[in-house]
């Protein structure tokens, strides 16, 4: 896949394309691309996904902080995993934003970028107010001599949207966020110092200081994850929250005990791909209590990454 940005020269054929922020890159937007590939084969063309580096909303409105499932960097990573040819990141400005839906396809989509064929998902809406729909766009379209099709809806009957796929990670269910990802939701970071409670405990943790601020980060609790560092794998136990039971004040922790790992990790980066949620945060009455709950609970993760293995192997 090829990515045009503002700073590439790529010269390119007309392009068949869909246009849209794609979020987590998740089944509903895997299904959209495969007809852009599909109708883009038929015409002997090029096929192509239109985003954005930064949330439309942000640039209207400079203090708002979106919660995102992924950044620019892992949205072109997965937006290369469905095959498409090109990637065009394309800046959204104030400019843009008030143009009319039929400005927008005349002087951007067909003038500078080129395309030939635009597909709509079918509850996409874009221009100024987004007041215009998908018969409107289907007429600007024939005006401007851009064809416009309107894509069909993911089969099953099983609503997939990104902020749906927020919603659960939210409330600790990343093993149903992933099925509508169609891949393990993870986060990724470099390891601090912190408070080094873990290892008098005999439990010691990798403390993770999230790179992307703007991340979801899933609900307070206790997850099996996958651990990804220094191009090694290790199962692991991950820990969300306040540690109420050590008296942590607001502060938010996110850590990570390594199974099998002896060393120092400490400055390093790592990737976390969360498997299953194990179980809530909790206060503990005393700290050999929250000893024996953090065993079970390693024990419990032990189970669940061993199902997982037996039915995802590799």
């Not at 930064?54 to 997965?78: F, I, N, S, T």
């Not at 390891?191 to 409670?197: H, R, T």
């Not at 008296?247 to 060393?263: A, D, K, P, Q, Y």
Request: hydrophobic share 35%.
């Amino acid at each position: 896949m090829l990515v045009i940005d503002k700073n590439s020269n790529i010269t390119h054929q007309p392009l068949v394309a869909t246009i849209g922020f794609f979020d987590g890159v998740h089944t509903g937007h895997r299904f959209l691309i495969d007809q852009v590939k599909k109708v883009a084969a038929q015409k002997g063309l090029p096929s192509a996904v239109i985003t954005f580096p930064v949330h439309p909303r942000k640039v209207l409105q400079k203090d708002y902080q979106p919660a995102l499932l992924c950044g620019l960097d892992e949205k072109v990573e997965r937006l290369a995993s469905t095959g498409v040819d090109y990637c065009v990141c394309l800046d959204f400005t104030v400019e843009i934003s008030g143009l009319s839906a039929r400005e927008f396809m005349s002087d951007i989509l067909k003038n500078k970028l080129s395309v030939d064929t635009l597909i709509i998902g079918y509850d996409h809406r874009f221009g100024h107010n987004r007041e215009d729909g998908f018969e409107d766009y289907k007429r600007y379209g024939q005006e401007i001599g851009m064809e416009v099709i309107r894509a069909a809806e993911l089969p099953g009957g099983e609503h997939v949207s990104s902020s749906r796929i927020r919603r659960l990670l939210g409330e600790g269910q990343v093993r149903k966020a992933s099925e509508l990802l169609s891949y393990n939701y993870t986060i990724s970071g470099k390891i601090v110092e912190g408070f080094k409670v873990g290892r008098t405990i005999g439990f010691p943790t990798a403390n993770i200081q999230v790179w992307e601020t703007y991340k979801v980060i899933p609900a307070f609790g206790v997850y099996a994850v996958y651990v990804h560092v220094d191009g090694q794998r290790y199962d692991g136990m991950l820990y969300i929250g306040r540690r109420p039971t050590l008296h942590n004040g607001n502060n938010i922790s996110v850590e990570v005990n390594l199974f099998g790992f002896n060393g120092d990790l400490y400055n390093k980066s790592l990737t976390a791909e969360f498997l299953d949620f194990v179980r809530a945060d909790e206060k503990f009455p005393d700290v050999e209590t929250l000893k024996a709950q953090i065993q079970k609970d390693k024990d419990d993760v032990i189970k669940v990454i061993d199902r997982y293995k037996m039915f995802n192997p590799g």
